[in-house]
C-alpha cells in the first residue's frame, strides 16, 4: 500500500508515514520514497519485555536468559547494553519494576535510531536493497 500511495504523492515534498515500523519494515518504507515515520511499537514492545537487537528480538521474559550475563545486544552502543545484563533486565521485568520498561524502551529507541543511521549509511553507498534484505531476514527468523 505504501508503494501505491508514494507514487501518488509529489516528489518535492517529505512524505510522512504514521502508525507504522518494524525494524524489518523500514528500510523497505524509506525505499519506497518514505522521509519520515513514526510508530508505537519501539516503547510497546520493550514495555511488554521484547527487544530489538541486532540479531532480531529478544524476548526477555524467557527463562533462558536468568543468567545470561551478556548485554541485550553486544553491537548496541546504548547506555543500557554498556551497564546491564540480560539476566538483570529480565529480573527487573520478573520483579515487576518500572525500571525494566525504562531501559527497555530506552534501548529499543537507541536501537530504532541506529537502524535509521545504517540506513543512511546504506543509501550513500548506495546497498539499501541489500541492507533491507538482511534486516528482513534476520526478523523473519523469529525471537533469537
Same mark, same amino acid.
Do not use: D, I, Q
Given at each position: 500500500m505504501a508503494a501505491e500511495v508514494t507514487a501518488l504523492l509529489p516528489a518535492d515534498r517529505p512524505r510522512y508515514l504514521m502508525g507504522v515500523g518494524r525494524p524489518e519494515q523500514i528500510a523497505d518504507y524509506v525505499a519506497r520514497g518514505i522521509d519520515m515515520m513514526d510508530?508505537?511499537?519501539?516503547? &510497546? +514492545? +520493550? &514495555?511488554? +519485555?521484547?527487544?530489538?537487537?541486532?540479531?532480531?528480538?529478544?524476548l526477555i521474559n524467557n527463562a533462558r536468559y536468568i543468567e545470561d550475563q551478556r548485554p541485550i545486544d553486544a553491537k548496541c552502543k546504548c547506555s543500557v547494553c554498556q551497564r546491564y545484563s540480560r539476566a538483570y533486565l529480565r529480573h527487573l521485568f520478573a520483579a515487576g519494576e518500572i525500571t525494566a520498561a525504562i531501559l527497555a524502551s530506552h534501548h529499543n529507541l537507541w536501537f530504532y535510531l541506529d537502524i535509521m543511521r545504517q540506513i543512511r549509511e546504506a543509501i550513500s553507498f548506495g546497498h539499501l536493497e541489500n541492507f533491507a534484505a538482511e534486516l528482513r531476514a534476520r526478523y523473519t527468523a523469529g525471537p533469537v
Open positions: 510508530c508505537v511499537l519501539p516503547t &510497546r +514492545a +520493550a &514495555r511488554h +519485555a521484547c527487544l530489538y537487537t541486532s540479531e532480531g528480538k529478544v
